[in-house]
């Protein structure tokens, strides 16, 4: 949670938004599916559902910089806990449709 809230002061993010993120790591986390998963692509897709359920615009440019992390790695990470985020709280529930929302917006 610290790496959470750390990551949201930087990116001057909303407290409401902060929350849901909190709520979404510890049912992730208490999933016990993601064990061995890099802490930053975590923390960076965890942010991203999170502001996407709140409806915070958040530039997914920055947050990758400041996660160093990429779109395989979130991708990936995504396909993992897909099944434990809300129904249809992202992108469709479809990584194809995440992956290019994401590289349009990184013009990739």
Known sequence: MK?????CDKLNIKSNTFQKACELSSKIENSGETKGSKINVKTATILLI??????????VKEIFK???????????FYK???HLV???AIFNSSCTKFTDTVSKQLNL
């Open 3 to 7: 790496v959470l809230q750390e990551l």
């Open 50 to 59: 999170a502001c996407k359920l709140t409806d915070n615009q958040k530039d």
């Open 66 to 76: 400041i996660c160093n992390t990429d779109i395989k790695e979130i991708n990936k």
């Open 80 to 82: 993992k806990i897909k």
């Open 86 to 88: 809300p129904c249809g």
